[in-house]
């Protein structure tokens, strides 16, 4: 059975750093691409970072570039978002998702979902 548990959620000060982890089980890691989703009160759920399977290449959203890092570790099977100088703006429930494709970094794209970890960040 696949799985997807995030970790790593909390409130913070505008300014700190978060890193979420997501331990994926039941996926041969390898073959599959991963992301980043939020989803603030109100809004839709929209791709943060997304990493593809076979050579590692990234994507972020423009207003967390140069402040969020995406990594994956496959033989941990776990995938992490390294977050520093985080705004209020970045306020929202995280997801992680896992696509045996995952062409795109969107939330159409991705067939497996965690429940979420929540992010606050006070200003």
């Known amino acids: 059975q696949r799985q997807l548990v995030e970790s790593g959620g909390g409130l913070v000060q505008s300014g700190g750093s978060l890193r979420l982890s997501c331990v994926l089980s039941?996926?041969?890691?390898?073959?599959?691409?991963l992301g980043w989703f939020r989803q603030a009160p109100g809004k839709e759920r929209e791709g943060v970072s997304c990493?593809?399977?076979?050579?590692?290449?990234?994507w972020y959203t423009d207003s967390v570039k140069g402040r969020f890092t995406i990594s994956r570790d496959n033989a941990m099977n776990t995938l992490y978002l390294q977050m520093n100088s985080l705004k209020p703006d970045d306020t929202a429930e995280y997801y992680c998702a896992a696509d045996i494709w995952g062409r795109r970094c969107a939330v159409s794209e991705y067939d497996y979902w965690g429940q979420g970890t929540q992010v606050t960040v006070s200003s």
């Open positions: 990493i593809s399977s076979h050579d590692g290449a990234t």
């Open positions: 039941g996926f041969s890691l390898d073959d599959y691409a």
